[in-house]
């Protein structure tokens, strides 16, 4: 095996150990946004603020529970100066009867809605690729991770302070999700830590297409190479995982054990003898 390419973003990651042959080539999918069409643009201009909502293309937001769809939509009509898009399966639901800020769409250019600054906040599952998208386009996120790694994303968000965590149970409490929302829209530090990861990811040496292309040319000329295997790879069983030392460090261990129980039974015979002579 010559390299191994990870859909990861080192900017964007938790640290750990690597291999000089696991090339990060995330963000490979992240193309260039695209004008809006007339009606998205008309969407976005209705109101100052306009927060997306999209919990991927798996899970399908029409099989929520009721009470997780009642607090959201409870949640948008308690914001009316605010515009919500919610990529929703069925738009013509009846639930959403009679709400004038919400915008439901079976599908939503989401790559290109987060491109626009006119959009304030993406309500999201935590998909890699949605992650990646809003990061590049300096988006705060809530976060509302459903299965995988999206628990994971979602911590990483917290960490770098662009966006707030949400467990799925929140859902059904409309305090909980509008906490969020009003946090992110009042505090500033949120969208500054979104625009830093942006400005980061844009100022990369090399982006990941460059990665790509690179890695597979020198793959195709030079094959494996054996300056990036690592040394490991030739160590026999015992002394890969240490089992050696660990033999040692067990004996030693199993010694002093002995040693120590040895002394403490000398120490309590020899009491229960002078207590018997007293007696």
């Known amino acids: ?45 209705l109101r100052k603020h306009t927060i997306l909502i999209s919990f991927g293309s798996v899970a399908k937001s029409m099989f929520m529970t009721e009470s997780m769809k009642r607090g959201i939509i409870n949640v948008v009509k308690s914001y009316p100066n605010i515009t919500f898009i919610w990529k ?4 013509d639901d009846a639930i959403f009867k ?5 915008v439901p769409s079976e599908w939503t250019p989401q790559s290109c809605l987060l491109a626009d600054k006119r959009l304030t906040l993406f309500i999201t599952h935590g998909g890699a690729g949605s992650m990646m998208e809003s990061a590049q386009r300096a988006k705060p996120l809530i ?17 770098f302070g662009s966006g707030i965590l949400l467990k799925k149970r929140h859902l059904t409490d409309s305090n909980m999700l509008r906490k969020a929302i009003e946090q992110i829209l009042t505090d500033s530090r949120y969208q500054k830590a979104a625009n830093r990861i942006s400005r980061l990811l844009s ?7 460059e990665k790509l292309v690179k890695t597979i040319e020198l793959a195709a000329e030079f094959g494996d190479l054996p300056e990036l295997k690592v040394a490991g790879r030739n160590l026999g069983y015992i002394a890969y995982y240490n089992l050696d030392l660990l033999i040692i ?4 261990s199993a010694v002093f054990v ?19 002579k007293v007696h």
């Not at 929703?88 to 738009?91: L, V």
């Not at 009679?98 to 919400?102: C, F």
């Not at 299965?147 to 917290?158: C, H, K, P, S, Y």
């Open 1 to 45: 095996m010559s390299w191994v390419l990870v859909n990861s973003e080192p900017l964007m990651e938790f640290e750990r150990p690597t291999l000089h042959k696991v090339v990060d080539i995330g963000g490979l999918g992240v193309h260039k946004p695209k004008p809006l069409s007339e009606e998205w643009d008309r969407i976005l201009n």
């Open 88 to 91: 929703y399966e069925q738009p």
């Open 98 to 102: 009679g709400i004038d800020n919400l």
């Open 143 to 159: 976060v509302v991770p459903l299965f995988g790694d999206q628990t994971r994303n979602a911590r990483l968000i917290e960490k």
């Open 203 to 209: 100022r990369r040496p090399f982006s990941p297409e």
């Open 249 to 252: 460090l067990a004996a030693i």
């Open 258 to 276: 002995y040693l120590v129980l040895c002394a403490s039974l000398r120490i309590f015979t020899h009491f229960i003898k002078v207590k018997v």
